[in-house]
């Protein structure tokens, strides 16, 4: 057992820990839109698959509790990386460029990440932990979305997830070793068109739900 | 000499971090370095300048050269903000004042990690790279009793491949232009030779686990994918060796 | 003084083997109990290092760079000889002693360099099984170029770097040994001084380049590898560092230096192009495969290279060399592009040039081929002279590369001090008076890796060594000098810098010391290099103190040698009055410009003893025995 915590707390590991929770969160975000897409059918067709969704009782809970523990680990790795990263270089540069490689996303993956998590726990709050005895799925979100500010923040919020998985997904491939001339330059377009989809998918639907409401 | 085509002469405003030894504080030192020749390299600037601080009885600026041909890995620093300065895969030995202007400013730093202790000025230790290799970048072999040179095939493939990495110069500004002052490009590099190579393969796991172990005791930054080594590189080594360095390592530990 | 150069007696090629059977060995169990020091980490003391430390014997190995990976050999680029006859076309270990031997004008010992030739197929094999990268066929064989003086394929190589490549090796073999505790590594330290007790070199002072500490180190036997002395002449492609300190301080201490004035102006380099220039840059002689050398057959044409047409130009060597053509040994191509500058052919701005042209290769191979071969080298020329060689012939002019002289040393690399070894391009054996491309690498790893390893265990188990700590009267003695020296630089606050003493020993020596000599040239030089030195020790600027990183005190140390050096060397030239290899003696030439050497009179290795401070130098002579091959008038035609 001693060889495997060492493995996954040498710097490679932790980089295989971020990619493999990454990728998980990835999958999830894809299902998690394809779910959500269904508003564009009507609200019952959405509060159908609610229903469904919740019918699946404890498998749910399992995603659930897996879903946390990937969290878990995915946000405090990636605070020890930052940590470790930060004590790497005690005196900084004071004049710094960038010579080319870094992107908007994976300069802020830190950041972008902190964000993430706060807009997490208020997303869990507004749309998961909340009384649905009275109310239906449809209702809850365009009861939320009727306050352009929380519409605006989640629209901010959506472009942020973009950012950083538009440096993740690619960044996840490479961690795991999975980098070749022949099918990188590939990896990269899927990166960025996924992110692109996670970001607009996501982003358009309180305008609709919105405009339906 | 007469003039060469071309030739201009500049007038630089040059910033210097100057500082006595690793434990002093340091600071930024403005000179000016006049009649600069856009023949000259970057390093034939300082001597011009130190030649001149020398005369006026005050301590040159201390900066690591050998080769000055781009090849020993010696010389390097932090030019407005980049390793080796603006040009692409040029050490700073090999920059030429061509690629600045007439009343350019320029400010130079030393190489900043911790693994790197500042010994004076713009000379850093880099001891922290043979530690590396003393750990496993090598194939264990003692003098005499190799086979025949052509009885280990190598596909010219995979040789042009380990050469490419194996261009490493070993100057650190792969650590340096790091947003993370990680070593990865370094080590990725040494295991990518060797993994390429059927010499290198008897070793390969001992290589990858003791090279990533030295490298993490170190206490170099982690690698997060930015790519800024590979654009730092002067001997523009590929990421895809980090990703090699990766999969050994992965390899190594779980199967 | 006796100089028994140590040749085994019985024939050629068995001479090596006999030797090593005769030599004593050092039980295994003791060979522990023996300290060596190694100076130098470049390939033949990085080697060296590795290979004793693998037998068991107790290393310290310094530099003065921060890695022993940065040592000098790293800038090789060209490639590595061997006899190996992998392309099939006529070599063998006879041809390449024979092509060194002649290719060195007859000036080096038959013996020693019948086994550089034997043995340069073991060191492939050992660079292979390093994991050095060497360039393949498509097949997965080993594949081969040709070098100057040779007619056959012979050079292995890593691109253009194939120093680093077998430096690398050498340096991770020596990293192993360092992991392995049996290799102490001490970098960024100089060597000032070496110690000698009761008649046995026993160990070295070095002054430690970051703290200014004076170190005094012990040892059984002392190895030197600290490369060559070309920064005599300020301008040269060898490393900043590089540097005649440490030969020097041997010889001071009674190590005998031989054939100082040999000197290799390597044909290929990028031409100076300023005062300022610190550097001069070398483009590997493997150019010449596929690159013609031409001038303007008009003096004086100013015309861009492209409008002079195929009819107007002088492919000299090819037309002077019909055999060899652009091929030929790098004193002859160097020598010729000098005579076609003196005759007004030179071309660019300085008309201190010559065209090396790719055109007919990119036109014959394409773009692609002559890249794939040469593109890191184009890379360098581009960058440095911001022209590009795929469109417009490089421009190229000779400049000083290597040194054949260095410290005498007999058949088992044994200075005239016991227990002083001295291997690669600071001992002077196996060239002769002109070094063949791609033989220098050769040399220095057969001294490290074959020869060293055998031949101190015979000094070794032979000699009656007592124990000597640092504490004895000759470190101490020792120490003092040095420092006494080194305050000696910083008390005098004169108004020169070192660079610029430096600069001037430099234009001397090419002046009047240079590619071709005569000796009024020569007397000129002696009596301004008497000069300089006089003001330098009156005048000399160095900054900052002892206790610290200083650059400038290091260089004023070096350069203080250089001078007193480059005294030596024009000495040995004025001496010597033939023409041989690359020293060329102006009186001395055939009908054809050809150097010529007498063999009756200068058949011997000219070699120099100190005689005191300010006292003119003892000259012996080794004689030189050709048993086994004809002295002829090299001929490349
Ligand atoms: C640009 C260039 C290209 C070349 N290309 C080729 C080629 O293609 N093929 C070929 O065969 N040869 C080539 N040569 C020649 C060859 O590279 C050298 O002759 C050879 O590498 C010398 O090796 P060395 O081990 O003797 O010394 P070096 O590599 O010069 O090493 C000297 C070592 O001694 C140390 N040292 C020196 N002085 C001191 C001191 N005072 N105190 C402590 N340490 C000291 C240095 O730190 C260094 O580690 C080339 C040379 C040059 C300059
Ligand atoms: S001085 Fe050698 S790489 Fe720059």
């Known amino acids: 057992m001693n060889w495997f915590i060492s493995t996954l707390w040498s710097s490679i590991g932790k980089k295989l820990m971020m990619a493999i929770t990454g990728l998980c969160f990835c999958l999830f975000l894809l299902g998690h839109l394809a779910g959500n897409l269904t508003v564009y059918g009507g609200k019952d067709l959405f509060n159908a698959y609610a229903e469904n969704l919740h019918a699946l009782g404890p498998l749910i809970t399992l995603i659930e509790i897996l879903l946390l523990f990937l969290a878990i680990v995915h946000v405090l790795t990636g605070c020890f990386l930052f940590y470790g990263n930060f004590r790497a270089r005690p005196k900084r540069y004071i004049k710094k460029k960038s010579v080319g490689g870094r992107t908007i996303g994976s300069a802020t993956m830190p950041y972008t990440g902190v964000f993430m998590l706060g807009f997490i726990i208020l997303h869990l709050l507004n749309f998961t932990f909340i009384d649905k005895a009275d109310q239906t799925s449809f209702q809850i979100i365009s009861n939320t979305f009727s306050s352009p500010f929380y519409v605006m923040f989640y629209m901010i919020a959506m472009v942020v997830i973009g950012f950083h998985v538009s440096h993740g997904l690619w960044s996840a491939f490479q961690s795991i070793g999975a980098n070749h001339p022949k099918y990188m330059p590939f990896i990269h377009i899927v990166s960025i068109v996924f992110s692109l989809l996670i970001g607009a998918g996501f982003g358009v639907l309180p305008v609709y739900i919105t405009l339906i409401s | 000499m007469t003039q060469e085509k071309g030739e201009k002469s500049i007038n630089l405003t040059v910033k210097v971090w100057r500082q006595e030894g690793p434990v002093v504080k340091g600071r930024l030192e403005t000179y000016e370095a006049r009649n600069i020749s856009t023949n000259m390299s970057f390093l034939e600037m300082l001597d011009v300048i130190n030649e001149e601080l020398t005369l006026e009885g005050k301590e040159p600026i201390a900066f690591d050269h050998d080769c000055r041909e781009g090849i020993c890995g010696m010389c390097g620093a932090m030019v407005n903000g980049r390793a080796h300065g603006p040009e692409k895969g040029t050490t700073l030995c090999q920059l030429h004042m061509r690629h600045f202007s007439d009343r350019d400013t320029v400010v130079i730093e030393p190489w900043r990690s911790r693994a790197f202790k500042l010994v004076r000025d713009l000379v850093v230790d880099r001891s922290a790279f043979d530690k590396i290799i003393q750990a496993g970048g090598y194939i264990s072999v003692n003098t005499g009793g190799s086979p025949d040179g052509n009885a280990i095939l190598v596909p010219q493939e995979a040789a042009e491949k380990a050469m490419d990495a194996a261009a490493c110069i070993g100057c650190g500004a792969c650590v340096a232009s790091c947003p993370n002052a990680s070593a990865m490009l370094f080590v990725g590099a040494k295991v990518s030779q060797f993994a390429l190579l059927p010499q290198g393969k008897p070793e390969a796991e ?37 990703a090699r360095l990766n999969r050994e390592f992965l390899k190594a530990s779980f199967f | 003084m006796q100089l028994d150069s140590k040749q085994p007696g019985g024939p050629l090629a068995d001479k090596w083997d006999n030797h090593i059977f005769d030599l004593k060995l050092v039980n295994p169990a003791n060979k522990r109990k023996f300290e060596i020091i190694v100076v130098g980490t470049g390939l033949a003391g990085g080697s060296a290092s590795a290979s004793l430390a693998e037998l068991g014997y107790t290393v310290k190995t310094f530099c003065i760079q921060d890695s022993p990976r940065r040592a000098h050999s790293i800038a090789a680029q060209g490639g590595i000889n061997a006899a190996k006859n992998y392309p099939n076309d006529g070599d063998s270990v006879w041809r390449l002693f024979y092509d060194t031997i002649k290719g060195g004008d007859y000036r080096s010992r038959e013996a020693n360099v019948y086994r550089l030739a034997q043995i340069s197929n073991q060191i492939i094999d050992q660079c292979v099984a390093q994991g050095v990268p060497f360039a393949r066929e498509y097949g997965g064989l080993l594949a081969n170029r040709s070098f100057g003086g040779a007619q056959v394929s012979r050079t292995f190589y890593a691109r253009g770097q194939t120093g680093q490549q077998l430096l690398l090796g050498a340096y991770g073999a020596l990293s192993r040994q360092i992991a392995a505790g049996k290799v102490t590594l001490f970098t960024r330290q100089d060597m000032l001084d070496l110690v000698v007790v009761n008649g046995q ?56 230096f031989a054939n100082p004035c040999f000197t290799q102006i390597h044909p290929t380099c990028i031409p100076v192009h300023g005062t300022y220039q610190s550097k001069l840059t070398l483009m590997s002689e493997s150019l010449r495969n596929d690159g013609r050398v031409w001038v303007p057959k008009t003096p004086g044409d100013k015309r861009q290279p492209r409008q002079i047409p195929e009819s107007e130009r002088d492919y000299y060597l090819e037309n002077r060399y019909p055999s060899f053509g652009n091929l030929v040994p790098r004193d002859v191509a160097s020598r010729n592009a000098k005579v076609q500058c003196d005759a007004d052919k030179g071309v660019g701005e300085t008309g201190l040039a010559v065209y090396l042209d790719f055109e007919d290769a990119i036109k014959r191979d394409g773009k692609d081929v002559i890249a794939k071969k040469y593109g890191n080298l184009f890379q360098m020329y581009e960058k440095i002279t911001a022209d590009n060689p795929y469109e417009a012939p490089m421009m190229i002019y000779p400049a000083v590369h290597y040194t054949m002289g260095g410290l005498w040393v007999d058949y088992n690399l044994m200075s005239s001090l016991p227990g002083l070894f001295v291997l690669g391009e600071a001992n002077f054996s196996d060239h002769g008076a002109n070094r063949l491309g791609a033989s220098a690498l050769m040399q220095g790893l057969a001294d490290g890796y074959f020869i060293i390893p055998y031949t101190i265990g015979g000094y070794l188990s032979g000699a009656s060594i007592e124990k000597v ?25 004169g108004r020169r810098t070192v660079d610029d003493f430096h600069r001037e020993l430099g234009t001397i020596m090419w002046e009047y010391c240079g590619m071709s000599r005569n000796d009024e040239n020569l007397l000129k030089a002696k009596e301004r290099i008497g000069e300089l030195k006089g003001e330098f020790w009156e005048n000399v600027l160095v900054s900052g103190s002892a206790g610290q990183f200083n650059q400038n005190l290091e260089k004023a140390g070096r350069v203080a040698d250089f001078i007193e050096f480059g005294e030596l060397m024009v000495t040995d030239a004025m001496a010597r009055k033939e023409s041989c290899g690359s020293h060329f003696s102006e009186a001395f030439q055939t009908e054809e410009n050809e150097a010529k050497r007498d063999d009756e009179n200068f058949c011997h290795v000219s070699v120099y003893e100190h005689g005191g401070d300010n006292k003119d130098p003892v000259c012996h002579k080794e004689p030189l025995v050709f048993e086994n091959v004809e002295l002829t008038q090299r001929s490349y035609k």
């Open chain 2, 206 to 242: 001992k290589r990858a686990l003791a090279m990533v172990r030295e490298m993490d005791d170190l206490r170099f930054g982690n690698c997060t994918n930015e790519r800024e080594c590979e654009a730092a590189c002067p001997k523009e080594i590929s990421i895809t060796n980090i």
């Open chain 3, 201 to 256: 070199v026993r160990g070295i002072i070095t002054r430690n380049l970051i703290s200014g500490r004076i170190e005094a180190h012990a040892a059984d036997a002392v190895v030197l590898a600290t490369g060559g002395y070309s920064n005599v002449y300020y301008l040269s492609t060898n490393a900043m560092t590089s540097n005649i300190s440490a030969a020097c301080s041997a010889y001071r201490k009674g190590a005998v």
């Open chain 3, 469 to 493: 700590s640092t504490d004895h009267q000759a470190f101490r003695d020792s120490v003092q000098a040095v420092e006494a020296r080194i305050q000696k630089f910083l008390s005098i606050k």
